[in-house]
């Protein structure tokens, strides 16, 4: 039987809409074994579907196919502690651990090249995708079916405390509610604050983030999606975060926060049970590993 580890990804990081993203150590792990029927369960209480319409399933049949192999079915145990359609890559998570693990029973016919890229076309976000397999902060994009990506090392220490509510927000919904265009101004805004964000955090000038992470392409237009999402940002900030943004499409909101301040999640934990309970924050660092295939007995 094989294993697939799989860290969660927070996407965007505000200006870096559709293009960066980031790793952190909350995952999915995945067992899974050829069978001769599709024998899926769950042992994380998430809610998924049961029959060849799962998506590590799906993908795992996709690279069968590719690989010319046939596949009667497979068991899959899944444990999901990613948090579904929070905007924390939990279905990138299962994506890229059906592509990684249907490989490694096939005996490794796919480079990891080529993994990346059948992530991002079958899940659509690289910037997801993308650190979800090499771990770290990461810029991707995806062009004619090709994933050009770098794994841009990190320096400063920062945590990424993250504000998880109890409701949903799909991503195509949230993708829905964007303009079909924008400005020439818009677009500059975003670009030099991408690129300031990357720059940043390659060189830890920490004191740039509040501004690099600054964004118009997406963030306003998401917050009519997310209830308190607005007042929560101003609160974390208030409370000393570097920046802040909407992890991916959005519910969850991440506040980048200097490690060595020790008391920010408590008093986090603190403000949002006064004040906005269906919020719950929790810590995260930076997944440095990416996604790790083992072989069980
Ligand atoms: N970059 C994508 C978005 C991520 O913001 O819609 C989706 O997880």
């Known amino acids: 039987m094989i294993e697939v580890k799989v860290p969660a990804t927070s996407a965007n990081m505000g200006s870096g809409y559709d293009s960066i ?6 995952y999915n792990t995945i067992k899974m074994e050829e069978s001769d029927c599709i024998d899926i369960s769950d042992v994380s ?8 319409t799962n998506l590590i399933y799906q993908c795992a049949k996709k690279v069968y196919d590719i690989c010319g192999k046939p596949l009667k ?9 990613i948090p579904q359609t929070r905007g924390l890559g939990s279905s990138s ?24 890229d059948l992530a991002a076309n079958i899940e659509g976000h690289p910037d997801n995708s993308t650190p979800a397999i090499l771990g770290g902060f990461c810029v991707a994009l995806l062009e004619y079916g090709k994933v050009w990506s770098v794994r841009v ?7 990424f405390i993250t504000f998880i509510p109890d409701f949903e927000l799909s991503t195509e919904k949230a993708r829905a509610a964007l303009p079909k265009t924008i400005a020439h101004h818009d677009a500059v805004f975003n670009l030099s604050r991408a690129a300031l964000l990357a720059g940043s955090l390659t ?8 501004v690099a992470v600054g964004d118009c392409l997406h963030q306003p237009y998401r917050f009519d999606l997310i209830p308190d999402g607005r007042e929560l940002v101003h609160a974390a900030k208030a409370m000393g975060a570097l920046g802040t943004f909407i ?30 309970p269906h919020w719950k924050p929790i810590r995260l660092v930076c997944d440095e590993v990416g996604a790790v295939v083992t072989e069980i007995k």
Do not use: W
């Open 21 to 26: 993203g980031i790793a952190l150590n909350l």
């Open 45 to 52: 209480g998430a809610s998924i579907p049961m029959d060849e």
């Open 73 to 81: 079915g497979m068991k899959i145990i899944e444990q999901c502690d």
């Open 93 to 116: 998570a299962c994506t890229v651990a059906g592509i990684l693990g249907a490989n490694a029973l096939l005996g490794n016919p796919l480079d990891r090249e080529s993994m990346i």
């Open 153 to 159: 090392p990190m320096n400063g220490k920062v945590e």
């Open 203 to 210: 060189t830890g000038k920490l004191e740039n983030l509040g």
């Open 247 to 276: 992890s991916g499409a959005g519910p969850s909101i991440i506040a980048v926060v200097d490690a060595n301040d020790k008391t920010y999640l408590s008093r986090a934990e603190m403000y949002c049970e006064h004040n906005f």
